[in-house]
């Protein structure tokens, strides 16, 4: 009943959430503090992104998966919100832990916002971020003093019950500077071909970083024309990022001297 205690017991106060960035995926990656909240919370509430090694030192018994479900379903948003909400009200020290930055296409902001409207007290604790990190561990920088003095990041995935999409690739395209492309591998050939009918070249540079700093990453490199068929040969999967921009290239000329813990950055 909402915290509320029986037979004249006082009303439990609300536990706190802790809306918390676990980085790209490398545990070496992931802030003090969120490895600490982690092992400290009675819940954690997670989905798939923080990556199997982070998930893997949480035990089984304080883990709530709120991500994708067997058969291709995913949880939603609104089953998350509500969840949060009940398990602070039985008193509980939760952890919403998502991959990269919490704030970062993460959802943070709404489940801020829904903690807030429901009294529940909440700490946001910023973790590194995969749109720059995974491009970083590729050994591409996402600005350049030779190549990109602007960044843009722009979610691949967004929100299905819109109209029509909210991001506008001819500005992308005439900014120039470095277009950073979270969770668009299904959508590839969408958005390369409006870039491309916005005037940006087909030869410009493209990579894609897959699974960034997990031991499995892989990366693949093309340009605006190739690229889609470079990752169809490849078999690049989602969680991937797609960096556009001439710093895509400067990859090939450091990649001889990056070294990754555990060999990550298989090239493809």
Do not use: C
């Amino acid at each position: 009943m909402d915290g509320a205690g029986s037979g004249g017991e006082e009303p439990t106060a609300p536990g706190t959430v802790h809306l918390v960035g676990s980085g790209p995926g490398d545990p070496d990656l992931m802030t003090v503090k969120a490895a600490r909240l982690i092992e400290s919370a009675d819940v954690v509430l997670h989905d798939k992104l923080p990556g199997p090694e982070i998930l893997g030192e949480i035990p089984e018994e304080k883990r709530e998966d709120v991500g994708k479900r067997a058969g291709g379903e995913w949880t939603p948003q609104e089953y998350t919100n509500r969840r949060l909400v009940e398990l602070a009200r039985e008193g509980k020290s939760v952890v919403r832990l998502k991959g990269g930055d919490p704030f970062v296409f993460g959802r943070g902001g709404e489940e801020a916002e829904h903690l807030a409207d429901a009294g529940i007290p909440f700490e946001v604790v910023p973790g590194v971020t995969s749109a720059i990190a995974g491009p970083a561990v590729a050994g591409i920088p996402v600005t350049h003093r030779d190549h990109a003095s602007s960044v843009s990041f722009v979610t691949g995935h967004e929100d299905p019950t819109k109209a029509e999409s909210a991001v506008d690739w001819d500005a992308l395209a005439a900014t120039g500077g470095t277009v950073v492309v979270l969770m668009g591998v299904g959508k590839l050939p969408a958005y390369t071909a409006e870039l491309r009918d916005a005037g940006l070249a087909g030869d410009t540079p493209v990579a894609l970083v897959e699974r960034a700093t997990w031991p499995e990453m892989r990366v693949a490199t093309g340009t605006l024309d190739t690229i889609v068929d470079v990752r169809d040969e490849a078999g690049i999967e989602p969680p991937a990022i797609t960096v556009i921009g001439d710093v895509a290239a400067t990859r090939g000329r450091v990649v001889e001297f990056l070294r990754n813990a555990d060999g990550r950055g298989e090239e493809t």
